[in-house]
């Protein structure tokens, strides 16, 4: 079946733009993440969404950033006044949920910021 | 203290040798652990999870857990150079999954 994906892969935006970052996870998963990775760095856990639970927003690095899952789907990842250090690889992944943790990823979206 | 630990590496090791990779976490609640590989520029893919104490084997993969140590290991035998990525250790608590910073593994023809 279909993997998670994500749109775009690449984004070029110019400082103090906003950006939207888009992910489609497979289908019937109900857990929901999104990561970042800057060059050469481990995952940096931004946002957890669980079915139709308050999202675990604890690893939003500022007020900038922000994300929504529609009908516990497609999930947005909102990057507003964007900064040079937003610069990285934004990866989301799904999993089935309901005690079944295992991740899957996406293939990420690359944001520069010049 | 960092929630979950790796040795960053470089590890080297040659062709058909055994790789060990270590992962130890702080959180004594954690009750899910898995390992994921990452190719330089692609995203990771999960190779194994375990959840009892103990050994489980996939192939040429074992992962081991002793929850009394906090500690995770991964066994990788008969290594191949395709096996050379970076290897994330994944640890899942109360909430969300936390993942170490990787080692990233090298294996010399």
């Known amino acids: 079946g279909a993997g998670v994906s994500q749109s775009p892969s690449n984004k070029v935006t110019e400082k103090g733009k906003d950006v939207e970052l888009r992910c489609d996870p497979i289908?019937?998963?109900?857990?929901l993440y999104w990561y970042r990775q800057s060059l050469g760095q481990g995952l940096e856990f931004l946002i957890y969404?669980?079915?139709?639970?308050?999202?675990?927003k604890s690893g939003l690095p500022s007020d900038r950033f922000s994300a929504e899952r529609t009908g516990g789907s497609v999930s947005t990842l909102t990057i507003q006044r964007t900064q040079q250090e937003d610069s990285a690889v934004y990866l989301c992944?799904?999993?089935?949920?309901?005690?079944?943790?295992?991740?899957?990823f996406g293939p990420g979206t690359r944001l520069t910021v010049t | 203290q960092k929630e979950v630990e790796q040795n960053s590496g470089p590890l080297s090791v040659p062709e058909g040798a055994i790789a060990s990779l270590n992962c130890t976490y702080s959180?004594?609640?954690?009750?899910?652990f898995f390992w994921y590989r990452q190719y330089s520029g692609k995203s990771p893919e999960l190779i194994m999870s375990?959840?009892?104490?103990g050994d489980k084997e996939d192939g040429r993969f074992t992962a081991q857990l002793n929850k009394a140590s906090q500690y995770v290991s991964l066994l990788i035998r008969d290594s191949q150079p395709s096996d050379s990525a970076t290897y994330l250790c994944?640890?899942?608590?109360?909430?969300?999954?936390?993942f170490g910073a990787g080692t990233r593994l090298t294996v010399k023809p």
């Open positions: 959180d004594r609640g954690s009750q899910s």
């Open positions: 994944a640890v899942k608590a109360a909430g969300d999954m936390r």
């Open positions: 969404f669980q079915g139709n639970s308050a999202p675990d």
């Open positions: 992944a799904s999993s089935p949920g309901r005690s079944v943790y295992e991740q899957y």
């Open positions: 375990i959840y009892s104490n």
């Open positions: 289908s019937g998963h109900t857990a």
